[in-house]
């Protein structure tokens, strides 16, 4: 066994330089649009830090599940969610306050973007509208109460309860209606009594766009991150301007307890805040910055969620609101919606 | 035989090991966890959980439902397209055999994309409809349970053919003249003679389709989407939605326990036919 010592020692020795030569980044980040973010922000990045990027992908279940899993000794060392999974990491104390002092472009932020969650826990890097996608040649949308009306009876899709549109839709629903904000109860009950008027709940908006492609349906409530994939439909789709406004959310960055990677993790959100990486992601229509130097032109503005107008014209929903009343909006969705 | 027991052993290793390994493992660990409390002690609460919810009790029974129709439609269809099989000329037979079996070598996830371009609203179906005049709008055919009957029929009917098939195959040829001969009915030679001679294969093709539809994810997931929720479709939603491991061991050991009745009941009713 003895003369196996030098090998082993001399292989760790190796093993150790090639980490120090390559310093490596884990990050958990939405699946959508990889090749464009790989072209304006992670190969830039590791180009410019000469580290390696390692990226996983996964819907925000899975996502959150292995952060939990890995808290006693992270994997992820940094993350993108939405603001409310954000929240719900932080209670759990699998997440660090961000020290906004070592992100230059953070005094560039929307305020809104600044401190989005409370404690420094997250810090907003994309802001997305959320309002009616419809078919302009069939119908006309003046007020989110419409979904429910007879004009799209039979012809309507709503977002899911469980993923991120269902509470905003909700929200509007509310509103409309003039609920108490953030009471949603006699609104599951209202679309409950409309169920057998709506074709189906959808989960992923490119799930959305194939039955609107497809005829299927006419009307249904949408992140403006998808309206690309309507926008270049041979279809007429218009993007609706109800009266009681639009929703909006925001998508974070966060930054795992105790990961040990804390300063390759702040030199990649540092980068990411820039105004020329959020010009190149934005120009890339992917994500609409939350960098307000950042300045594109009209055609690519038509396609974000873009302008401080826009933005402060947003309705948020409270991401604390969320958590407490998920439990109880899906169980009353599931008894008395789905059925 | 010719074997020796040793050589028997090594010849079944193999094939033992890779099914303990890959099948009976998983399964267990499964069983474990669907009779668990979070507290780790052994428990049925997550079934008295499971089906004190208003909306797992309705998705139990349509899933039982629709695999009960589908089961049932595709023995009626399948014996009369069985015994039409069975009674042509050798070679009309195979090339028929063939277009049954045809089916089956097409993926699943095409044959059901397939029923999205002939139910939605621009396919074929409403078009016919629209054009007779039937309707002056095309009307929801998809995301219904009718479409998840119509598609699980389609992908295992085939396999209850196959099985009736091989069991008409088996009727020694004269007796069904020999029924006709001696005065039966077309009716009574169906119930007193192929039926107890076929049962065999009845039980094997009931339990296939049977088992098959229950067990299916694409077809309700395509066509039923989220508002036709089967057991394997509310499963999937446990795991990837609420990431709820506990309910969906629960589910799977729900399923299992449905297929293995399946089974059973259809032996029992063969049984006491006999």
Redesign the interface.
């Known amino acids: 066994m003895t003369k196996y010592i030098p090998i082993l020692a001399l292989s760790a020795a190796l093993t150790a330089t090639g980490a120090a030569a390559q310093d490596k980044l884990t990050i958990s980040v939405y699946s959508f649009a990889q090749d464009a973010y790989k072209e304006a922000l992670y190969d830039p990045f590791e180009e410019m830090c000469g580290c390696e990027l390692v990226i996983e992908t996964g ?1 925000s ?2 996502r ?2 292995k952060i939990e899993a890995n808290a006693a000794d992270p994997v992820i060392d940094m993350a993108v969610i939405s603001s409310h999974d954000a929240l719900s990491l932080a209670r759990k104390g699998l997440l660090q306050p961000i020290d906004t002092s070592k992100l230059q472009s953070f005094d560039k932020l929307y305020p809104a973007a600044q401190d989005p969650i409370g404690d420094s826990m997250a810090v907003g890097y994309t802001f997305y509208a959320s309002s009616i996608v419809y078919r302009e040649d069939l119908v006309s949308i003046e007020s989110w109460n419409d979904l429910l009306g007879e004009k799209l009876a ?1 012809n309507v899709s709503l977002p ?1 309860i ?1 993923g991120t549109q269902g509470p905003l839709t909700l929200m509007m629903l509310n509103k409309a209606e003039g609920g108490a904000p953030g009471e949603f109860g006699a609104t599951i009950s209202e679309i409950g009594k409309h ?1 057998d008027d ?6 992923r908006s490119s799930e959305l766009a194939q039955l609107m492609n ?3 349906v006419i009307a249904a409530p949408v992140g403006r991150f998808a309206w690309s994939r309507f926008k270049s439909s041979p279809l007429p789709f218009a993007w609706a301007d109800p009266k009681e406004g639009q929703a909006g959310g925001m998508n974070v960055m966060i930054m795992t307890a105790n990961n040990g990677n804390e300063e390759l993790a702040y030199k990649l959100m540092d980068y990411w805040l820039s105004t020329e990486v959020q010009t190149r992601v934005a120009e890339a229509l992917i994500d609409s910055p939350a960098n307000m130097d950042v300045k594109v032109s009209d055609e690519v503005a038509e396609n974000l969620t873009y302008g401080a107008e826009l933005i402060n014209s947003l309705n948020i929903l409270d991401p604390a609101v969320i958590i407490a009343n998920r439990d109880a909006w899906v169980n009353q969705w ?2 008395e919606v ?2 | 035989m010719f074997l020796n027991r040793a050589e028997g052993l090594a010849l079944a290793l193999p094939a033992a090991l890779f099914t303990f390994l890959v099948f009976l493992v998983p399964v267990g660990i499964l069983l474990s966890v669907a009779f668990q409390a979070e507290s780790g002690a052994w428990s049925l609460q997550g079934y008295v959980d499971f089906f004190s ?3 797992n009790q ?1 998705v139990f029974f349509r899933t039982l439902k629709l695999g009960i129709l589908v089961a049932g439609t595709s023995a009626v269809i399948g014996y009369a397209a069985a015994f039409c099989i069975v009674n042509l000329p050798a070679t009309s037979r195979g090339r028929i055999f063939g277009l049954v079996v045809l089916p089956l070598m097409i993926s699943p996830v095409a044959r059901t994309y397939a029923w ?1 371009v002939i139910l ?3 396919g074929i179906v409403n078009d016919v409809i629209v054009g007779l005049g039937l309707s002056e709008l ?1 009307i ?1 055919l ?2 219904t349970e009718t479409a998840v009957f119509i598609g699980l029929l389609q992908l295992f009917l085939p396999l209850m053919i196959i099985s009736l098939v091989s069991a008409m195959e088996n009727i020694p040829r004269d007796v069904v003249p020999a029924a006709r001969v001696l005065g039966a009915s077309w009716f009574q030679v169906f119930f007193r003679v192929i039926l107890p001679l076929t049962k065999e294969g009845l039980v094997i093709g009931g339990t296939l389709v049977f088992t098959g539809a229950l067990t299916a994810y694409i077809t309700p997931a395509i066509l039923g ?3 036709v ?1 089967m057991l394997e479709t509310l499963l999937y ?1 446990k795991v ?4 709820d491991f506990v309910s969906a061991s629960v589910i799977a050991m729900i399923v299992i326990v449905m297929c293995f009745s399946a089974n059973l009941v259809l032996k029992r009713i063969a049984s006491v036919r006999r």
């Open positions: 819907n279940v899975e959150m599940a039979g899911n469980t169920a709506i074709v189906t709940f959808y989960s497809q005829e299927e599931n008894n789905i059925r | 919810e208003p909306l309705s999205i939605g609203r621009t095309p929801r998809l995301f989407g989220s508002k929720l939603q990837n939605v609420s990431n």
